[in-house]
């Protein structure tokens, strides 16, 4: 996807780059700006970094694979991922510069709007699935087949809204580096630096854990597409041993599909990303769950 080289040194291959990297972030000098609110400053990295691991608490990989299991589980993964606004407002705040806090108001409106999409999506599904439990979520289209089937325009829906929701392209408006030098985030280095990293890459990996888990199937292997209570049968073993290998399979593939978008599409100006997310996206989810509720 790229016409350069990639680092090929650190390692075999370079496959110990990401290591070396996190290493350097590690011994950089830190520099708090002299004007910036220190308190504020220090806390918004660590309270994007601390939001994002909170979702995976309730996260599934398998039948008996998460820490808490509870029947609101869904409802709990919506909270805490717009918690993660505050980290990104407080930090463009906080630095008592022009950029980051353009960037902050970006990033604000930008989670805001397609957070109303989202949200609506979940509730069409459990609506449709009549649970808020991811457990049961994976149960129901194990017999019925997966979602994706039957909601497909839902599926692309929400992996738009998931690029937007993760600040990634062609959204990541609040990181535009020929505008806003680099967002929100740009008085930071070192540590703080790599924390707004680590947080954002890990609400990616939620969200896609997310889209596998509301419409390709969880944890289900890939013959189950149509709904077959196998459990039964000869692929048993298939089913339930390899369950976890099913589920980071159909992640990875979710996250090339990322890594693939920024490669391939240019960014979209602010007006046309609003435009997306509130005259077209939002409308048309409205339209479909007003839909579910009166025919369901």
């Given at each position: 996807m790229q016409r350069r080289k990639g680092p090929n040194v650190v390692?075999?291959?370079?496959?110990?780059?990401?290591?070396?990297?996190?290493l350097k972030l590690f011994a950089?000098?830190?520099?708090?700006?002299?004007?910036?609110?220190?308190?504020?400053?220090?806390?918004?990295?660590m309270l994007t970094f601390i939001i994002s691991l909170l979702g995976w608490a309730v996260m599934q990989f398998s039948t008996f694979s998460a820490l808490a299991h509870f029947d609101l589980s869904l409802l709990y993964?919506?909270?805490?991922s717009s918690l993660g606004?505050?980290?990104?407002?407080?930090?463009?705040?906080?630095?008592?510069?022009?950029?980051?806090?353009?960037?902050?108001?970006?990033?604000?409106?930008?989670?805001?709007?397609?957070?109303?999409?989202?949200?609506?999506?979940?509730l069409c599904m459990s609506t449709f699935s009549r649970s808020w439990s991811i457990e049961y979520y994976v149960e129901s289209q194990d017999k019925i087949g997966w979602y994706?089937?039957?909601?497909?325009?839902?599926?692309?829906i929400f992996f738009i809204c998931s690029l937007a929701e993760t600040n990634r392209h062609p959204f990541d408006l609040p990181e535009a580096e020929a505008e806003l030098v680099s967002g929100y985030n740009v008085e930071y280095s070192a540590m703080t630096f790599a924390l707004f990293s680590l947080g954002e890459y890990g609400n990616m990996l939620m969200m896609c854990s997310l889209n596998v888990i509301l419409f390709w199937g969880g944890w289900l292997p890939p013959f189950n597409f149509f709904g077959a209570d196998i459990k039964s049968n000869f692929f048993f073993f298939w089913h339930d041993s390899l369950s976890p290998f099913w589920f980071v399979l159909k992640l990875a593939f979710f996250i090339l599909l990322?890594?693939?978008?920024?490669?391939a599409l240019p960014r979209y100006r602010y007006d046309q990303l609003m435009i997306l997310g509130w005259k077209i996206l939002l409308p048309f989810t409205l339209a479909i769950l007003l839909c579910i509720i009166l025919f369901i």
């Open positions: 390692g075999l291959y370079g496959l110990l780059q990401p290591l070396a990297d996190g950089k000098e830190f520099v708090l700006p002299s004007s910036a609110n220190s308190f504020l400053f220090l806390i918004a990295p993964i919506i909270a805490i606004i505050y980290g990104v407002i407080l930090s463009g705040w906080s630095s008592n510069s022009k950029y980051p806090f353009l960037g902050a108001l970006r990033s604000t409106a930008q989670m805001v709007s397609y957070e109303l999409t989202l949200g609506f999506i979940i994706v089937y039957y909601l497909p325009f839902f599926a692309i990322f890594i693939w978008a920024r490669a």
